[in-house]
């Protein structure tokens, strides 16, 4: 089956969408371009599909390529059937394949190896076809160098017999998929470590099946585990299921009492720990899937946020001892001024800094000030307050105080961009400039920072960092190109993002507007060294120009499709001037009029739509909460109280929300509906305005429960929507989820019957697999 079908099968298109969009990626077209400019040929494909279609491409294609490199050397060995050819090019994924490569792989000299030079492979047969006959008397016949005795001879072909069953692939296959379904991972504290690992209270006693468990539980385990906190062991069940698996697979007849200590051995030493091993190497892979996914949506919505827009704005970022870093900018960003204040303890020189700051707000007519949301964050708001009300009494305008996040100002500040946009200004003032900045505009100032320091993931350390990288990068440039540019004040970080241009030609860009002034036109792109026809077809409809010669170059219409535009305005009576924003004749035009073998229905339906509002901003409304007077502080919370507040993340289970008091509440996804949610982000995204209730405050594990329903009832467990609970996952009434009962017992009866993958050479193993402790 081609690539393009068996993606096409699994995305619900069809396969000439999927081969479309296979030709244009291997052209050189970006996603972006590609999902806004290329509709008639991918069929309307948006840019998450066509990431999906890139993404699998690439995991199949590295699959044939496995696929060749397998056969060859089986080949080489002379041992290539056609069935087995068959079955190796019919694998849809690499853990079959590699089941199907193992009799054939190169491995160190084994046991059974050694047996079956000893010429032991015949003693098998036998054991095998004569259950009922004396296994001692059988080996009498065997004994060689090596194997001298009865027993050792015995032992022997058990290795051999083992490791048939470690190497078919069928069994293999058949065992993991089973233990996958039917098991489950159950977690215990380490003896001693219970403070330490208070945590994790939620796990130190806990039993869910494999596929209940959530992304965020699963790198919750490893994350315990890893930090000595939990013992994690995979109970796969009961064993004499899997023992009577290899049993039926072999024609094994366990009333020999030989052939079934094989069997048992064969489960316990090899196909339990490969299992086991797979088996957590799935779930692992289930949980960055699943936090890579939450990542994402988190930080679209961070990026995508409400712009406070072009207005004047001083940056706070707040602290005690160090002062209160200052700076104040125009609307378009630059920097007006800088001071640092010490209003707090133990300066408490808080007069004088109320006094420099309705100055600098005064003489740069400040409008917002911008607040970091970290240490000293609600007193600095304070500050900010009376600042506000000495303008107003001195006859002046309210600037509008707004609390931001400053996660990832620090980064910015030392970083090396940092460094050459402010050579001579103190690191820790660019903190209060990158804060002032992100209000005025979220995402021409996050882009400067790696997407993993903007602190909306969960165990972000914890998952692949290629897979996190290429995800985020992919939101990153998706956001910025949705959004779209100005040409002429973006900034390299910000241009780097731009579909088809790179950090060179990014540098170019600034550098030609440095040299020659503002640019005029899109045309004028073309005149960037190293721009050429390509990354200018790429980019140039995410880059605007506001006031240029050509009105279109405002605008999301390609410059490809001004032809286009000529035949509407012509078709209308009018010029392009006074087509643009004219919803009246334009609502009366229709599509298919203007459609052609190149430009479609779809493409022309996107231009008139853009025509009618040119460069729409796709980002919400700017809005701000307000937090409540007195709440400073964690035990300044009672249960029943409804305060205002940002939600600062969304993970799988619930969403964060910054009600002022330098940590973040949790609303379980259980405390969001009266309906069931499936997801949170169904119902919430990182960076909206939220009013929720206290439900539950744990000031020693700093914890605090909120809710979006408004009438419950502090202390009460959610009644309605019923959510689906791992055990121990704390909920915001104070409950948590029932355990399964009887863990602790099979957990005691599992550990008997198999081998935890913990220790000894089991430890040594997944340590390579990468779960060590």
Request: proline share 4%; with cysteine; net charge negative.
């Amino acid at each position: 089956m081609k690539i393009a079908a068996i993606i096409a099968t699994e995305i619900g298109v069809k396969e000439s969408q999927v081969e479309t969009t296979l030709e244009l990626l291997a052209e050189g077209n970006t996603v972006p371009f590609i999902a806004r400019y290329r509709k008639e040929a991918t069929g309307g494909l948006d840019d998450s599909q066509l990431r999906t279609i890139e993404e699998r491409a690439a995991y199949l294609r590295e699959l044939e390529e496995r696929k060749q490199t397998i056969l060859a050397a089986i080949e080489e060995q002379g041992k290539l059937s056609d069935a087995l050819r068959a079955a190796i090019m019919g694998c849809e994924t690499k853990a079959r394949l590699e089941d199907l490569y193992l009799p054939y792989k190169k491995r160190r000299k084994t046991k059974a190896d050694i047996a079956r030079e000893a010429g032991l492979e015949p003693l098998v047969d036998e054991l095998v076809s004569n259950p009922t006959a004396d296994p001692h008397v059988l080996a009498s016949a065997y004994l060689s160098e090596g194997f001298a005795e009865e027993k050792k001879a015995l032992g022997g072909a058990r290795s051999i017999l083992i490791d048939r069953f470690a190497v078919d692939a069928d069994l293999v296959g058949a065992v993991r998929e089973k233990m996958f379904s039917s098991g489950s991972m159950q977690a215990s504290v380490v003896a001693g470590k219970e403070k330490e690992g208070a945590k994790f209270k939620d796990y130190f006693e806990f039993s869910e099946r494999f596929t209940d468990l959530p992304s965020h539980r699963i790198l919750a385990l490893l994350r315990g585990e890893s930090e000595g906190v939990l013992q994690l062991h995979l109970d796969a069940g009961e064993d004499e299921l899997y023992e009577g698996m290899i049993a039926q697979r072999f024609d094994l007849d366990t009333s020999s009492p030989w052939l079934a200590e094989a069997v048992r051995w064969g489960w316990r030493t090899k196909l339990y720990i490969s299992s086991g091993l797979d088996t957590r190497m799935r779930l692992k892979e289930v949980a960055e899937e699943g936090a890579l996914k939450v990542f994402a949506t988190n930080l679209r919505d961070v990026l995508l946020a409400a712009p406070a827009g072009q207005r004047a704005t001083l940056g706070l970022d707040p602290g005690y001892r160090n002062g209160v870093k200052c700076a104040a900018v125009d609307s378009t960003g630059k920097v007006l001024d800088t001071v640092v204040v010490y209003p707090h303890q133990p300066q408490n020189r808080w007069s004088e800094a109320v006094q420099k700051l309705a100055g600098i707000c005064a003489e740069n007519s400040v409008d917002l000030l911008a607040i970091g949301n970290g240490t000293a964050s609600r007193e600095t708001e304070k500050l900010a307050g009376e600042v506000a009300e000495l303008l107003v009494r001195a006859g002046g305008a309210r600037p509008t105080p707004v609390v931001v996040s400053e996660a990832g100002a620090s980064v910015y500040s030392a970083s090396q961009l940092a460094a050459e946009e402010f050579p001579d200004m103190d690191v820790s003032l660019r903190g209060a400039v990158s804060i002032a900045r992100r209000l005025q505009d979220p995402l021409a100032e996050l882009v400067k920072i790696d997407p993993k320091a903007i602190g909306v993931g969960q165990y972000q350390h914890d998952v692949n960092q290629t897979s996190l990288a290429r995800s985020l990068d992919g939101v990153v440039e998706d956001a910025v190109n949705g959004v779209g540019v100005d040409l002429n004040t973006a900034s390299v970080p910000l241009l780097e993002r731009v579909a088809g241009i790179n950090s060179t030609i990014a540098a170019n860009i600034v550098g030609y507007r440095d040299e020659n002034g503002v640019f005029s036109s899109r045309k004028e792109l073309k005149k960037v060294p190293r721009l050429g026809p390509k990354a200018f077809q790429q980019s140039a409809g995410f880059l605007r120009i506001s006031g240029g010669k050509d009105p279109l170059d405002a605008s999301a219409v390609h410059p490809e499709a001004y032809p286009v535009v000529n035949r509407i305005a012509k078709a209308a009576g009018c010029g392009v001037a006074e087509l643009i924003g004219n919803s009246r004749v334009l609502g009366n035009l229709n599509p298919a009029d203007f459609a052609d073998e190149t430009f479609g229905i779809p493409t022309v339906t996107d231009i008139l739509s853009e025509l009618d509002k040119p460069g729409r901003d796709p980002r919400p409304e700017f809005k701000t909460a307000t937090f409540k007077e007195g709440v400073n502080k964690i035990s300044d919370l009672t249960p029943g109280m409804i305060l205002e507040g940002t939600v600062t993340n969304v993970a799988a289970f619930g969403a964060f929300v910054d009600v002022g008091v330098h940590q973040d509440g949790l609303v379980h996804v259980s405390a969001m509906s009266r309906k069931f949610v499936q997801d949170p982000h169904e119902v919430v995204k990182s960076g909206q305005v939220v009013k929720v209730k206290v439900m539950e405050v744990d000031t020693e594990r700093a914890r605090i429960g909120l809710s979006l329903r408004l009438d419950d009832e502090p202390g009460q467990a959610p009644s309605k929507p019923r959510q689906a609970r791992g055990a121990g996952e704390r909920t915001p009434g104070g409950q948590r989820g029932k355990k399964n009962q009887g863990a602790g017992a099979r957990r005691q009866r599992a550990s008997a019957k198999s081998p935890n993958l913990a220790g000894g050479s089991l430890a040594d193993a997944l340590k390579k697999a990468g779960f060590g402790h």
